[in-house]
């Protein structure tokens, strides 16, 4: 069974840091390129950032360059999101996914909440 | 305001075909395939179609896609009030390196 599990949502003070982290399991996650996507209170998807398999590239949305960084552990399953000078629009529920682009292999998780307040 | 456009809304009567378009440029619909997602509240966006038109095991054939230049639509056919939920489009940006996601629609069965 595919699980992803996220985890390091909370309340924070703008201007603060939190670190998100989602650890996988039922898929090869080494294989897997990982995507972060939040969803603002009454706000459609927003993709946020994705990271290679290797972790050897990354992108990012414009929303969030420069004060977010993504990373994976291959060895742990686990990808993370380091979200630094968090602003009060970055409030959402972030999930974290292995998008199924070319295949029909696409998982997410439940969802981890961010409120900056 | 998001790179792919969507209609805000759709509705539609049990039994009806529902359209939804999802309407981008050249870098994005134009040159990389397009996802569809249904998505409830509280609930993890779920895969309807893949690669333009591909669907997924387990997805009825009620839901169909759609490709056309820089344009997407998905279909519902013989609507069901199991369907009233959020739908987005989604594809990857060349120009701005980056995943992009359309709107969203909600649709309401009435």
């Known amino acids: 069974e595919v699980q992803l599990l996220e985890s390091g949502g909370g309340l924070i003070q703008p201007g603060g840091s939190l670190r998100l982290s989602c650890t996988v399991s039922g898929f090869t996650f080494s294989d897997s390129g990982m995507t972060w996507v939040r969803q603002a209170p009454g706000k459609g998807l927003e993709w946020v950032s994705v990271?290679?398999?290797?972790?050897?590239?990354?992108n990012y949305a414009k929303s969030v360059k420069g004060r977010f960084t993504i990373s994976r552990d291959n060895s742990k399953n686990t990808v993370f999101l380091q979200m630094n000078s968090l602003r009060d629009e970055d409030t959402a529920k972030y999930y974290c996914?292995?998008?199924?682009?070319?295949?029909?292999?696409?998982?997410w998780g439940q969802g981890t909440l961010v409120t900056v307040s | 305001q998001s790179v792919l456009t969507q209609p805000p809304s759709a509705s539609g009567t049990p039994g009806q075909t529902v359209t939804i378009s999802c309407s981008g440029g050249r870098s994005n619909i134009g040159s990389n395939s397009v996802n569809w997602y249904q998505h409830l509240p509280g609930t993890a966006p779920k895969l309807l179609i893949y690669s333009d038109n591909q669907r997924p095991s387990g997805v009825p054939d009620r839901f169909s896609g759609s490709t056309s230049g820089n344009s997407a639509a998905l279909a519902i056919s013989g609507l069901q009030s199991e369907d009233e939920a959020d739908y987005y489009c989604?594809?990857?940006?060349?120009?701005?390196?980056?995943?992009?996601f359309g709107g969203g629609t909600k649709l309401t069965v009435l």
């Open positions: 990271i290679s398999k290797k972790g050897d590239v990354t």
């Open positions: 989604t594809t990857w940006d060349g120009s701005l390196s980056g995943r992009v």
């Open positions: 996914a292995k998008l199924g682009v070319v295949d029909p292999h696409d998982y």
